[in-house]
């Protein structure tokens, strides 16, 4: 179950970035879209968890913010194209360097 939460984070982040792609400060906003749905998905689950796998989510949250800041930014390296919010303001801007 874990793994499939882990997935849909990756996919969470791909939809948001879509989303909020031409949208000043973007990046805090992003984040707090994806923490938000993560955590209403995490509620869901705890609800329907049996045994000792009731973690809540502020046990899980940190876990949650680091991988969705660690995911980001291994995309954001690995993936041509990928511009940071401060690149983007650059250009927007009209600065080459």
Request: charged share 20%.
């Amino acid at each position: 179950m874990f793994l499939q939460y882990v997935l849909m984070i990756l996919d969470l982040i791909g939809v948001v970035e879509k989303v909020y792609s031409n949208i000043k400060g973007k990046g805090s906003v992003k984040k707090e879209s994806v923490m938000s749905v993560a955590k209403t998905i995490a509620t869901d689950m705890t609800a329907v968890s049996t045994g000792g796998q009731k973690d809540t989510w502020e046990s899980i949250q940190p876990m949650v913010s680091a991988f969705v800041d660690t995911a980001v930014t291994i995309a954001n390296v690995v993936s041509p194209g990928m511009v940071t919010d401060e690149e983007f303001e650059k250009r927007k801007a009209g600065i080459t360097q």
